[in-house]
Structure formats: C-alpha cells, structure tokens
C-alpha cells in the first residue's frame, strides 16, 4: 500500500532543523519495514488560516509504501513532535513518478525566470551585430511617409472622439433636467 503524508513544520525552524526532522521520520518507518518512495520538501509557504497563531509553514511531502504498521509509526513519530503544526495522510491507489503538481508548478516558473534572464543577452549581442548605417537609412526613408499617414488618420478620430464625449455629456444633462422637473411636480402634487 502506499501512502501520502503530507506534514507542516513550525515555520520558525530552520531549514536544516526541517530536513533533520524528515530524516529522523524516515529512518523511523525504515525501521519498521517501510520505504519511502517519494520525498519533496516544499518550502515555507503560506497556510489558509492561521494554526497556532501562525500564517505560514513549510511543508514536507512524504510517499511510503509498506504495511500498515509503517504508517503507524510514521503516525505516532508525528503525534509526539512538537514542532509539526499538522498532517495529512492519504491511501494512494497507484504511485506516479512525477513530480506533485506544487513542484511542477515551480519548476515551469524558475525555468521561465531562466529564459527572462538568458533572452537580454542574445537580444543585445544580436542587436550589435546589425549594421547601425543600413537601420538608419531605412527609419529616414519611412519616417516622412509614416508622419503624413499619422497626421492625416488622427484628424478625424480627434473630431469623432470630441463627438463621442459630448453627446453622453449632453443626454446626461437632458436626463438630470427631466428628473428635476419631474421631482419638482411629484413635490407640488404631493402637497396639494
């Protein structure tokens, strides 16, 4: 059988406290006859709600397979350690060698941080390359063309919009006009 346990370490122990705590687990259900198939240690992460006056932990996923008795074990070793804040443990009905989906949700990040950091440098080795007489020639010779488009585009979107803007301002005033009159007979009905 195989088991997930997935535990929350007090978040004012340090990392290596954290690793020396899964190791003592370990060795634990080792002891009685388990094996752990997967660790992943996933870091200080912030709780849902706050446990003993806490909003963040590091969590420590943990997959064993083995009898019951390892569980056992691994369960009792968890209920004296004080340090644990809370666990989790659920049967699994078939073992997957991937990665959970919080590592493979971190993994495509760092890659992506990676790629940021790598793509500045090719862009400027590639941008030192092109030859600077050829770009500019080009940007002059679209320039006069591109300022004549430009000019001859916004002078009717610069009229549509100043349209635009008047005729809500002028239906709202209309509106705020109809309502006044229309408070003021409601007012002179009411109190003849």
């Known amino acids: 059988m195989y088991y997930e346990t997935i535990f929350i370490v007090n978040p004012d122990i340090s990392q290596e406290n954290t690793e020396k705590l899964t190791d003592d687990l370990v060795a634990k259900i080792e002891k009685v006859g388990g094996r752990i198939v997967k660790r992943e240690n996933w870091g200080s992460r912030p ?53 959970s989906p919080l590592m493979r949700r971190a993994k495509p990040a760092e890659a992506k941080t990676e790629e940021a950091a790598a793509e500045p440098a090719e862009a400027k080795t590639e941008e030192a390359a092109a030859e600077p007489a050829e770009a500019k020639a080009e940007e002059e010779a679209a320039e006069p063309a591109e300022a004549k488009a430009e000019e001859a585009a916004a002078e009717p979107v610069e009229a549509k919009a100043e349209e635009a803007v008047a005729e809500p301002a002028k239906a709202k005033a209309a509106k705020t006009k109809k309502a006044t009159k229309a408070k003021k007979t409601d007012g002179a009905k009411a109190s003849s």
Do not use: C, F, M, W
């Open 47 to 99: 709780l849902s709600y706050s446990i003993a006056k806490r909003k963040r932990g590091n969590y420590v996923l943990l997959v064993t397979d083995g009898e019951p008795q390892a569980l056992q074990a691994l369960e009792h070793a968890i209920s004296l350690e004080e340090r644990i804040i809370r666990t989790l443990t659920t049967r699994l009905t078939e073992l997957s060698d991937k990665p």
